[in-house]
């Protein structure tokens, strides 16, 4: 594996992160705590990764010199954003002054799949990991099809740059396949059966530079108008279930070769079969809960596997859940300041816009009190 030939990088050492969000924040406040610097590449100017990064670049994603002379500045690379183009970054790994490889962890493929609804749901099939039914769309008579294939409710989702819900519309048979094709902006898409899920929940694994793995335990999740609200530990989960999800990650990071994190999104079918939904190379909303209830939280784990540091213990000593802060949520912050066992964790950002998230808070749980 070309992995291995890199010296690990320790305390002194830059770790690169393209994309200054929230994700890139955590993973530089984690970093930092291990001695490791961080600079930053983002088009936004004093967001929340720049703040906490001892070197920050501010220019477009499309700026290959800016790229270029940023990557010259780090010992690894790695993306909280996934939607760079995945052939840019493969060039910023190869393309280096004297021959020299700059390790970009994970590497382009794992990018690539998990930008393309098409390729991820193919990828997963591969594998034997089970998905809801689709259908690849490439116009309205293929739609209609794929709804009379499905035959039920159904979901229409853009082939790529959906999050939060976004780029997707619900349709039953006998809606006009035109008109949804049409409300997407008439991109590639995929059509799914629904699932008449029972729960969602989703895993987190990390692999290391040496192929170790360290798999979170599967949170269960409560979204609220397609963004995530809570995630919740212990998930309502049997054991044969928490191994099953626990399985799938491990599968989907192997094969993807993964160096760093893998987060999968499954259903709980109402037959208690776990469907995988989508899956993401980089940390994910749904593990900020191990920032205050596991040993080493996912940010420490990424800075870990991409550093070609040994991995840490993802145990988690107690219950929690996790509430995201969206728009003006987070002005309850004094609220939350106050009350008892509560951790804070703000981005950092200037305009509260509704729908944004601007930062979440880690509370601990009482299973025995669940009104889930
Ligand atoms: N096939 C499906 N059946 C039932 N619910 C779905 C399905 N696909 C998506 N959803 C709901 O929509 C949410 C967002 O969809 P997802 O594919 O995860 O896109 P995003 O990239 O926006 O997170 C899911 O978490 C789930 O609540
Ligand atoms: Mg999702």
């Given at each position: 594996m070309s992995h291995a030939i890199h010296k690990p990088i320790g305390p002194g050492g830059w770790l690169g992160i393209l994309g200054g969000g929230q994700l890139g924040r955590m993973t530089a406040l984690a970093a930092a705590r291990l001695g490791i610097r961080c600079h930053v590449f983002t088009p936004e100017r004093e967001g929340p990764a720049e703040q906490v990064c001892a070197r920050a670049t501010i220019a477009p994603y499309q700026d290959l010199v800016a790229l270029d002379r940023f990557a010259q500045s780090v010992d690894a690379l790695t993306f909280?954003?996934?939607?760079?183009p995945a052939a840019s970054l493969a060039a910023l790994e190869h393309n280096?002054?004297?021959?020299r490889v700059l390790p970009l962890?994970?590497?382009?493929r794992a990018l690539e799949i998990a930008q393309d609804r098409v390729r991820e749901k193919t990828f997963f099939g591969e594998l034997g990991i089970p998905t809801a039914p689709w259908h690849p769309i490439d116009g309205p008579i293929a739609l209609q099809a794929a709804l009379l294939a499905v035959g039920g409710p159904a979901i229409l989702k853009t082939n790529?740059?959906?999050?939060?819900?976004?780029g997707q519309v619900r349709l039953k048979p006998g809606d006009d396949a035109t008109a949804a094709w049409n409300a997407l902006g008439g991109v590639p898409a995929v059509l799914e059966g629904m699932v008449p899920f029972t729960a969602e929940v989703s895993v987190i694994i990390a692999r290391g530079v040496d192929g170790a793995t360290a798999c979170f335990e599967p949170t269960e999740n409560v979204h609220r108008n397609g963004i995530l609200h809570t995630s919740t530990v212990p998930a309502r989960l049997t054991p044969a279930q928490i191994e099953q999800a626990k399985a799938i990650a491990l599968t989907a990071a192997r094969a993807l070769d993964l160096v760093g994190l893998l987060a999968v999104e499954l259903f709980v079918a109402p037959d208690g079969a776990l469907l995988a939904n989508e899956m993401a190379p980089r940390p994910h909303n749904s593990g900020h809960w191990t920032m205050d209830a596991c040993h080493a939280d996912q940010f420490e784990q990424l800075v870990r596997a991409v550093c070609g540091l040994p991995l840490g213990d993802p145990g988690r000593f107690r219950p929690m859940r996790m509430t995201n802060l969206i728009g003006v949520d987070a002005e309850t912050w004094p609220a939350i300041l106050a009350r008892p066992g509560a951790r804070l964790h703000l981005y950092g950002k200037a305009d509260c816009r509704?729908?944004?998230?601007m930062g979440h808070v880690n509370d601990p749980f009482d299973p025995a009190g669940d009104a889930r």
């Open positions: 909280e954003f996934e939607n760079v280096r002054p004297g021959g962890r994970p590497g382009p790529r740059l959906g999050y939060d819900g976004k509704p729908g944004r998230k």
